[in-house]
């Protein structure tokens, strides 16, 4: 397992992007699912994520709202199984998924730390 990107929620991307000293795009969509544009930056070792909501309904839209910022650490792990017993042994409840991820080409599973941060898992197909 290792991280794979840190995401942050913004109100504009492009802006905060701009405010990056990395800004180098790997890959830009709308996520229906997330009702979200999401960006992929490559952060010279770490991928930045960020998640731009477009309106109330999507899942990151009330973090907008409290000012945004940070919002989960993610890691690349082999398969689902692999994320739940990483969910078990560290006592995190799951909250979402799994679900598909375009962004990262393939499904990923959330869940709250003991910590309470959101920490994402990916594994791709």
Request: proline fraction near 5%; hydrophobic fraction near 40%; aromatic fraction near 10%.
């Amino acid at each position: 397992m290792r991280v794979d990107h840190i995401g942050f929620v913004v109100k504009n991307a492009e802006k905060y992007r701009k405010n990056l000293p990395i800004q180098t795009v790997v890959k830009s969509l709308y996520d229906p699912l997330q009702d979200a544009y999401l960006e992929l930056i490559d952060g010279g070792g770490v991928m930045i994520e960020l998640i731009e909501p477009q309106n109330e309904d999507a899942f990151t839209w009330n973090f907008l709202q409290k000012g945004g910022g940070y919002h989960h650490i993610c890691y690349e792990c082999d398969s689902l199984k692999e994320a739940k017993d990483a969910i078990k042994n560290q006592f995190m409840v799951e909250v979402l998924g799994p679900i598909p991820a375009p962004l990262l080409d393939g499904q990923v599973l959330f869940a709250r730390s003991r910590n309470r941060e959101i920490v994402e898992f990916v594994w791709r197909k």
